[in-house]
């Protein structure tokens, strides 16, 4: 397809066009991102919180009849799309400055319907809370997405140890409960979502409840945190081991609680330095949650840095070496990175091997990054990655989020104009990219 771009556009005086999110586009012509590639990016730039801590935190929530305020909150549209549900199932939710209060003193309602399930599989995340709270829970199930099937058999069977009845029909989970019990629950892989059910619901289960192979995600940390501020009890978030000593739900009270810094849009931001050879400051990031994402960027070449308290400087001077990667449950290399260190394999000396183990469709920036240049096979659950010297501009979709940002990271380095489309998943997870990226010299802006 022929770029709708002029040069004249992209003039960097032109500062109306660049600094207008919400700049007028043609008649039928879909938002867009449009960069144009070669700049290194240079400057400071802060990391806002972790969308997947905050989102079940604010499901977590829900456990106690109070308020609970969440801080270092990014706006995203995720995290409006789950203070919709939770105003649904009676709760009030006001989204301010970097914060989000949720008052759920009133739960009115216990169904979480397909509209709001469908548009974030997040909110699945209700069921143990709601169980937790009101004994019963009715929640659409979420379904497969651009990635991958995306299977609950582990919330569902977490869930029953704990002394729920589980009804899946009509595209819906029904979960219901006399009371719950606590139960030793041996998960066959640390899925993050359902530790995060299980531990949500066994807060006000009676006895003991022991996660084992826990998914060991600082997400988890986070939300564990938050509920031992509301008054329950729990040790171990953060290890293959969870304990959960049940409390009653009459003395869960609000809290409130800092959310971790998100270590995929640091990740994001510490790739595009490497892929424009630049020098970036990144505040408020924790580098103990990027051990496995600052190995392979070292091993690419990068000089990473830490300053006190949570500062990182990323400077990559040379090209690139080829590595080879394997996405793995935390502390593992992160799936939500895969796509992005893709694209830096791209333009590395060698040849990369590129695995993904956690979902079975998250290739599907690979096919993008060829149009503009890249040499990727896809084999099975690999990718073999070829690196060019260059990588083109060109018109490019993406299919998830991450992707969005492993095709953004492209255009930065390409050569020449890279338009990115269907930008909806782009703002799920990130608050304002292209205006960070500007900040740090790109030439980048939304259309
Ligand atoms: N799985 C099962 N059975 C289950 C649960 C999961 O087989 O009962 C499988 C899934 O099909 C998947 C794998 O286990 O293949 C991992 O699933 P997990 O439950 O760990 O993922 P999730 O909780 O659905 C969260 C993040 C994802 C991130 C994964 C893995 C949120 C909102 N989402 O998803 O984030 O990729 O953990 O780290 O927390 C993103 O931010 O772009 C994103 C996709």
């Known amino acids: 397809m022929q770029s709708k771009t002029n040069m004249s556009d992209l003039n960097p005086t032109d500062t109306s066009e660049q600094i207008d999110p919400n700049g007028a586009n043609p008649p039928g012509e879909e938002p867009r991102i449009i960069i144009r590639g070669g700049k290194p990016l240079n400057g400071e730039v802060r990391i806002h919180g972790a969308k997947n801590a905050v989102l079940k935190m604010m499901a977590g929530a829900l456990i106690a ?11 995203l549209t995720d995290l409006h799309t789950m203070a919709a549900l939770l105003r649904h199932l009676g ?6 400055d970097g914060e989000v209060t949720i008052d759920a003193t009133n739960i009115t309602d216990t169904e979480a319907p397909y509209e709001l399930v469908t548009r974030l599989r997040a909110s699945f995340c209700v069921l143990g809370p709601l169980l937790a709270r009101c004994l019963e829970a009715k929640v659409s199930l979420p379904g497969g997405c651009a990635i991958g099937e995306r299977k609950i058999d582990l919330h569902e069977r977490g869930l029953k140890q704990l002394g729920a009845e589980i009804k899946v029909e009509h595209g819906y989970v029904t979960a219901t409960a006399k009371k719950l019990t606590g139960a030793r629950i041996y998960l066959d892989r640390p899925s993050n979502g359902a530790t995060e059910n299980i531990m949500l619901a066994a807060v006000t289960a009676e006895g003991t409840t022991i996660i084992e192979n826990a998914a060991q995600d600082p997400e988890i940390q986070n939300i564990a945190q938050l509920v031992n501020a509301m008054g329950g009890k729990i040790e171990g978030a ?8 049940g409390v009653r739900q009459e003395d869960l009270h ?9 270590r995929v849009e640091a990740g994001t931001f510490l790739m595009a330095c490497m892929a424009t050879t630049g020098e970036v400051m990144m505040h408020g990031v924790n580098a103990q949650h990027l051990y496995s994402v600052i ?4 091993e690419m070449g990068a000089e990473i840095s830490m300053f006190a308290p949570d500062s990182m400087r990323v400077r990559m001077h040379e090209r690139m070496k080829a590595v080879d990667a394997t996405t793995l449950p935390f502390p593992g290399f992160p799936t939500d990175l895969q796509a992005p260190i893709t694209t830096l394999m791209c333009i590395a000396e060698g040849t990369s091997i590129l695995t993904e183990t956690i979902y079975e469709n998250r290739f599907m920036h690979a096919a993008e990054l060829r149009r503009m240049g890249a040499d990727i096979s896809i084999k099975g659950n690999a990718a073999v990655v070829k690196g060019v010297q260059r990588l083109s501009g060109a018109e490019v979709k993406s299919s998830d989020l991450r992707a969005a940002a492993a095709l953004i990271i492209a255009g930065l380095c390409a050569e020449g104009v890279t338009e ?3 930008l909806k998943h782009l703002d799920r997870g990130y608050e304002n990219l292209e205006a960070k ?8 802006y939304r259309r």
């Open 65 to 75: 009849k109070d308020v609970t305020v969440l801080k270092n909150v990014p706006n």
């Open 91 to 96: 709760a009030k939710v006001e989204i301010g």
């Open 238 to 245: 953060g290890t293959y081991q969870i304990t959960i000593e």
């Open 254 to 262: 609000g809290a409130v609680v800092d959310t971790i810094p998100d």
């Open 295 to 298: 190995s392979k960027c070292n």
């Open 420 to 422: 990115v489309t269907e």
């Open 437 to 444: 990226f500007r900040g740090l010299g790109a030439d980048i």
